[in-house]
């Protein structure tokens, strides 16, 4: 159990165009989503924390008007990069954890290539 | 300072040795979780293994056992008889505070494991 879906799982577009990323859990409902960026061979940033009906609370030095969370419902968290630029190129990936104390599943990630 | 250290940036260690992963951590909190996770090449996150900071045995799955020494604050990832698939990057990481405060977890920078046949 525990699977944690992200789609897509790799986007090329062009600068200025915004990106959606789903993360889903398929088998469990999450009360928490977590949004992570990756730069080749380091650690995972952690963006923002999402709870299901409410505003994410965002780390700091990560734009909330660069990248919008939803957080919807108990197994959907969108991450999107509003007018995504080069810099923005990054592998993205998603975690969710059932609850308190429970490790965090992760999705298996979006590699976004902006031109 | 640093809330989670892993000295190793890389190893390499012969098929069906074991290895041993360092991390250090370092939190003022008693209440606090250890994680690992494995990242393959292809960037998944494939968690192994969590103790926490009350449990009074170490933790183990399979071939994962977790070494923990609350008083030295290090939780070092022991796999045993290693198998080629285990060549990865290996990420410790650390949850602060009680149950239900935040789930927020910090990562440490990783140690990339090649296991040579």
């Given amino acids: 159990g525990a699977v944690v879906s992200q789609h897509p799982s790799r986007v090329i577009c062009k600068s200025g165009t ?8 398929l088998d469990f409902q999450a009360t928490t989503m977590f949004w992570y960026r990756q730069f080749p061979k380091k650690s995972l940033m952690l963006m923002a924390t999402s709870n299901e ?17 939803n957080h919807a419902s108990l197994t959907l968290s969108t991450l999107t990069v509003t007018s995504a630029h080069p810099e923005d190129s990054s592998f993205y990936i998603c975690s ?3 609850g308190s104390n429970q490790p965090q599943h992760f999705g298996d990630g979006t590699r976004l290539s902006i031109l | 300072a640093q809330k989670i250290t892993q000295t190793q940036p890389g190893m390499f260690v012969q098929e069906k040795e074991a290895v041993t992963l360092d991390c250090t951590y370092d939190t003022s909190d008693p209440s606090y979780g250890l994680f690992w996770y494995k990242q393959p090449s292809s960037g998944e996150m494939i968690f192994l293994i969590y103790q926490g900071s009350y449990d009074q045995q170490n933790a183990t799955e399979g071939r994962y056992s977790l ?3 609350k008083a030295r604050k290090s939780a070092n990832l022991v796999i045993s008889a290693s198998q080629l698939g285990d060549s990865a990057m290996y990420f410790c990481a650390m949850r602060e505070g009680p149950m239900g405060r935040d789930d927020k977890i910090i990562f440490g920078k990783g ?3 090649h296991i040579l046949p």
């Fill in chain 1, 53 to 69: 009906g409410s505003k994410a609370t965002y780390e700091q030095g990560v734009e909330k008007d660069k990248f919008l969370i």
């Fill in chain 1, 18 to 25: 915004s990106v959606k990323i789903e993360c889903r859990s």
């Fill in chain 1, 96 to 98: 969710a954890t059932r």
């Fill in chain 2, 111 to 113: 140690t990339r494991l």
């Fill in chain 2, 67 to 69: 070494n923990f020494q």
